[in-house]
């Protein structure tokens, strides 16, 4: 009997068959049998089934595998060139404006969120790649803020000092932490505790339990690496699309750390680890659990409280 390994191996040639086969020869057939039935375009039975993130998904993956490079390119255009596919696209279609008066309004939003997002992951990108310098005014202005904004009511005595354990730095000083998010791990960190002070005192509180705690500032990278990830495998996007009507920011993506931070807490404590020794493997898990929910089309993760 064949064993799982090639079982595995067969699924996946007979899944390339298939994706060839239907790329060069049925899709083309399918959606010329469906105008003449329909008289209209692929791009407009989307605009009349789905919305939301199967919407902008669907049209994404039309313009993706067209034959026709205007469409294809249409989906690495800059935020400035949406218009302008918008009317190449429409012109190539033959679809008339005062016949389909919302399809210039649904393919702009589209083309807004599917060309936003990968300038997004390159904006994240750009940030990530920046390590923290400690000669830099402005990064030292930003972890004092930090500092300031977790401990108001506690000096702190030197920049380099044991004091930063207290809000779950490993070091004596803080910048060596950051060399795998870079200084996006602390643009997050910042982020969230002036956004949300409440919930961030509440949750470093929450982070010092003698049973339960953990290294709130290392998570936090932690989970900057995460959001990264996630954004960086496309995983983010039914999220976004629902999330954002129009080209995601930075800001989308900090207030997704956000709810990131929040809720891990919450499924720290509910799992109630037996030591932070298991940290990776429950890492692991939520990763997982958000994975999965970002799976769902109608999909939007927002902080909640």
């Known amino acids: 009997m064949p064993n799982e390994t090639q079982s595995q191996n067969r699924g996946k040639m007979f899944l390339s068959l298939w994706e060839f086969f239907y790329g060069h020869f049925f899709r083309y057939w399918m959606k010329w049998l469906l105008r003449q039935m329909t008289g209209k375009c692929e791009l407009q039975r989307i605009f009349d089934t789905y919305v939301g993130a199967q919407r902008t998904h669907g049209i994404e993956n039309s313009l993706t595998y067209s034959k026709n490079k205007i469409l294809q390119k249409a989906t690495q255009a800059v935020e400035s060139e949406v218009d302008k596919y918008v009317e190449d696209i429409m012109k190539e279609k033959n679809i008339n404006p005062e016949k389909d008066t919302s399809f210039k309004i649904c393919m702009k939003t589209c083309l807004l969120q599917i060309t936003g997002y990968k300038q997004l992951y390159l904006d994240v990108e750009d940030v990530r790649k920046r390590p923290y310098d400690s000669d830099n005014e402005q990064h030292e202005k930003l972890l004092l803020k930090l500092w300031n904004l977790l401990m108001p009511t506690v000096k702190l005595t030197a920049r380099i000092s044991k004091q930063w354990a207290d809000i779950g730095f490993q070091g004596d000083d803080p910048k060596t932490d950051f060399r795998g998010m870079g200084i996006l791990g602390l643009i997050n960190l910042v982020y969230f505790s002036e956004n949300y002070t409440r919930e961030a005192h509440q949750i470093l509180s929450r982070s010092n339990h003698p049973k339960l705690g953990y290294s709130y500032a290392i998570v936090g990278i ?8 996630l954004l960086k495998s496309e ?71």
Not at 259 to 271: I, P, R, S
């Open 222 to 229: 932690n989970l900057t690496e995460m959001a990264y990830s």
């Open 235 to 305: 995983a983010l996007k039914f999220h976004l699309y629902n999330f954002v009507p129009g080209a995601p920011t930075m800001e989308h993506f900090h207030q997704f750390y956000c709810y990131l931070v929040y809720e891990f807490d919450k499924f720290w404590f509910e799992e109630e680890p037996e030591s932070i020794m298991y940290f990776n493997l429950y890492r692991e898990k939520f990763h997982e659990k958000i994975k999965g929910l970002l799976m769902d089309y109608n999909v939007a993760l927002t902080l909640k409280i």
